[in-house]
């Protein structure tokens, strides 16, 4: 919690619920990007929170953008950013959406597939494509599974297509998973990728983009490694695998740009118990899966939660959401430990949800409205 966060809560005492952002965190992590991976361009992921003070923000400071729709190209454009500042990171967008972006002067586009190369070739002619590779996931607590990306193998047929049908085949990207702990993660996806680089350079082809993609994690419960320790290692990755003729790398950053940055204002909405000789309580918050916590899905992501009667005696509870949806539980597998004092009406703050919150909230699921966002 900030300084500037807690003024704000107090001093305007905004309805429950609502997020709560402060751009002072965002500019110091896209400064830390900066300072640590200096040789790597920034595309903050837009879908981590595309609140307009925070892209024109990282805009001004010289940030680019990694799109997954027009709209989102659009929001980023408004910044005042170039096309030229824009990727159309998505690898599955509908052919009139690759036209529309390259109506717009997008001309950087990924894809992992040779359908997916066709589109961009017909749509978005001479534009620049880099192709998904698959990655394990492993160590990451929101793994991205295997829907995107495609074996290295296939890769090479990809790029080579791109090429034949007048495309620039400009490089390769992945995405480690996120909110990836490990540091180490993007050493054997980098070694992959030098190989891809060595067989295009066989057919003729030299690539020349290298895009290591998001996963940097934010703080939760637990420490996480440092922004700096991050850099060291992908740069020592970068040195191992591509020597002295490392290509031009992009980062594409969300959850670490602007996770920290949030709060979520909530209320106790209810304390109950199922029958009386039950050992737990179940608390009922005024915001859950559909008012913007959807990373609780599988309790995967876990929320450093504050009240003002931490320091009583604590014990564990299911806590859960507001809506009529039997999904609508956050923590029950692993209940979560709150004071026992804890009584209906009750402020809860709920930390490090600056990223893939607002986004995440459902427009009127029983009538409650979107997560509302203040940005100081
Ligand atoms: C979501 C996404 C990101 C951001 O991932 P984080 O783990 O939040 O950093 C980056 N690149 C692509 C292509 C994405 O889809």
Redesign the pocket.
């Known amino acids: 919690m900030t300084n500037r966060i807690r003024d704000f809560l107090r001093t305007r005492q905004p309805a429950s619920p609502c997020l709560v952002v402060d751009l002072d965190v965002v500019r110091a992590n896209f400064n830390a990007f900066r300072a640590f991976l200096p040789d790597s361009d920034v595309f903050y992921?837009v879908?981590?929170n595309p609140a307009p003070e925070v892209l024109s923000m990282l805009s001004a400071l010289g940030s680019n953008f990694?799109c997954?729709s027009v709209r989102e190209i659009e929001m980023a454009l408004d910044t005042g950013a170039d096309a030229e500042r824009i990727s159309f990171?998505?690898t599955i967008k509908k052919e009139a959406d690759i036209a529309r972006a390259h109506a717009l002067g997008v001309s950087l586009f990924?894809v992992d597939c040779v359908e997916e190369v066709e589109k961009v070739a017909r749509a978005a002619p001479a534009a620049r494509v880099f192709c998904r590779i698959l990655t394990d996931g492993k160590g990451a607590e929101?793994p991205l599974s295997r829907k995107f990306g495609c074996v290295p193998e296939m890769a090479v047929r990809v790029l080579a297509t791109a090429h034949e049908l007048g495309l620039r085949a400009a490089g390769v990207s992945f995405?480690v998973g996120?909110?990836m702990t490990d540091a180490d993660a993007w050493d054997s996806a980098i070694g992959e990728a030098k190989r891809i680089f060595d067989a295009m350079s066989e057919e003729g082809v030299q690539l020349d983009l290298l895009n290591l993609?998001?996963?940097?994690p934010t703080r939760y419960l637990r420490d996480v490694p440092s922004t700096e320790e991050y850099g060291n290692r992908i740069m020592a990755a970068l040195r191992r695998h591509f020597g002295n003729m490392i290509p031009r790398t992009i980062i594409?950053?969300?959850?670490?740009m602007v996770g920290n940055s949030g709060i979520i204002r909530s209320e106790v909405v209810l304390v109950s118990k199922k029958s009386d000789d039950d050992a737990f309580r179940w608390v009922f918050l005024d915001i859950g899966k559909f008012g913007g916590l959807a990373e609780t899905m599988d309790e995967a992501i876990r929320y450093p939660i504050r009240t003002a009667r931490d320091g009583d005696d604590i014990g564990e509870c299911v806590l859960a959401g507001p809506t009529c949806d039997s999904a609508d539980v956050m923590y029950e597998r692993n209940m979560y430990p709150l004071p026992l004092s804890l009584r209906v009406g009750d402020e809860v703050l709920i930390e490090g949800t600056g990223?893939y919150t607002t986004t995440y909230s459902a427009v009127a699921f029983n009538g409650f409205e979107p997560l509302r966002t203040y940005v100081i």
């Open positions: 992921a879908k981590a990694d997954a990171g998505n990924a929101w995405h996120s909110q993609g998001g996963g940097f594409e950053p969300g959850r670490g990223a």
